[in-house]
């Protein structure tokens, strides 16, 4: 696939898995990268990070909760990149120890953005594209 000049939007992009995912397409050539994630210095950073590769590194303050990587994450891409071609929809969260420790709460929250954050992820970048 060619990712030069291509739009991007990496979902838990401030660390782990979604950060390596954001630098090496920023490395292959990506125009812009969205780094979009409920972590703001950690996103900051890895949006400083694509930057010092010679790339356009932005980052985008998501709330907790999943409906932000639908519409508003949309709106934000396309506002500052004007075009966005690749979405990689990865935040998750998940909770560890044992399984009957695991509150409701913890669970919702799961999948709240490990579910509903895809779902709406792929339906609003979808319509788009
Ligand atoms: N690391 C592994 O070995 C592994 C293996 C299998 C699956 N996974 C899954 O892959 C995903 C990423 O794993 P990781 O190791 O990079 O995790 P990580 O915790 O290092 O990174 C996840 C990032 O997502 C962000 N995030 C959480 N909720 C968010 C939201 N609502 N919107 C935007 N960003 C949000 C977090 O702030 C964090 O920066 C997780 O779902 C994890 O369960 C990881």
């Known amino acids: 696939m060619e990712i030069t000049g291509k739009g991007v939007v990496v979902t838990g992009?401030?660390?782990g898995i979604g950060r390596g995912i954001a630098l090496a397409l920023a490395q292959a050539g990506a125009e812009?990268?969205?780094v979009a994630d409920v972590q703001q210095e950690k996103?900051?950073?890895?949006?400083?990070?694509?930057?010092a590769l010679?790339?356009?590194?932005?980052r985008l303050p998501l709330r907790r909760e999943s409906r932000g990587i639908g519409g508003s994450l949309g709106r934000f891409a396309w506002q500052t990149l004007?075009?966005?071609?690749?979405?990689?929809?990865n935040a998750g969260v998940v909770?560890?120890?044992p399984?009957?420790?695991?509150?409701?709460?913890?669970?919702?929250?799961?999948?709240?953005?490990?579910?509903?954050?895809?779902?709406?992820?792929?339906?609003?970048?979808?319509q788009r594209f």
């Open 82 to 89: 004007g075009h966005v071609e690749i979405l990689c929809n």
């Open 54 to 58: 010679g790339g356009q590194g932005c």
């Open 32 to 34: 812009g990268v969205i």
């Open 95 to 97: 909770t560890t120890g």
């Open 43 to 51: 996103a900051e950073g890895v949006a400083a990070e694509i930057l």
């Open 99 to 126: 399984g009957f420790d695991t509150t409701e709460q913890d669970l919702r929250w799961q999948f709240e953005v490990n579910v509903f954050g895809v779902f709406f992820g792929c339906k609003s970048f979808g």
């Open 13 to 15: 992009a401030g660390s």
